[in-house]
């Protein structure tokens, strides 16, 4: 058996060969950063839209709070009333604060919500655009290092069968 023939790779070549190599994989390191920073902007949303959450709940205990104590005051108020006149005028009082709190609480309430909405709208838009530009630059260096690689492989090939 006859050993085959030992054909030295040129070191043209290897060297073309090391750089599409690293071309590559800073390519791939791109691609993989963009899709890290994207996965941490969105978790940043998702926390966004917990402390958004956490703040309406805690904003809907407080103001539910606020109005028993406006009724536990009335009841103390009605009892205490030295006749009816008195209590019909408590009363009236009562609704017409209530009316007043439950108006502002209203309102106060839908800017909070309509606030956390617009923050985890703005984000979320915010992170796939960024996650997008990020993907096609990944990509784009890809398709130049491809090209390069291409490039290099052809020339190396026309100066060795020249």
């Known amino acids: 058996m006859s050993n085959p023939p030992n054909y030295e790779v040129p070191a043209e070549m290897r060297d073309m060969a090391e750089k599409s190599v690293e071309q590559a994989r800073k390519a791939f390191d791109s691609f993989i950063g963009a899709a890290r920073r994207t996965a941490d902007t969105v978790q940043g949303s998702a926390e966004l839209a917990r402390t958004n959450a956490r703040d309406v709940s805690t904003r809907g205990f407080e103001y539910a709070e606020q109005n028993v ?24 009082e009562f609704v017409r604060s209530q009316f007043a709190a439950i108006q502002a609480q209203a309102k106060e309430f839908s800017g909070i919500a309509q606030s956390a909405m ?12 960024q996650g997008a530009d990020e993907a096609r630059k990944a990509m784009e260096q890809g398709q130049d290092a491809a090209k390069q690689t291409a490039q290099n492989a052809q020339d190396a090939a026309e100066r060795a069968g020249h």
């Open 69 to 92: 104590n406006a009724a536990f005051d009335l009841a103390q108020k009605l009892v205490r009333s030295r006749d009816m006149q008195e209590a019909m005028q408590h009363q009236a």
């Open 118 to 129: 617009q923050q985890g709208a703005e984000r979320a838009k915010s992170a796939m655009q």
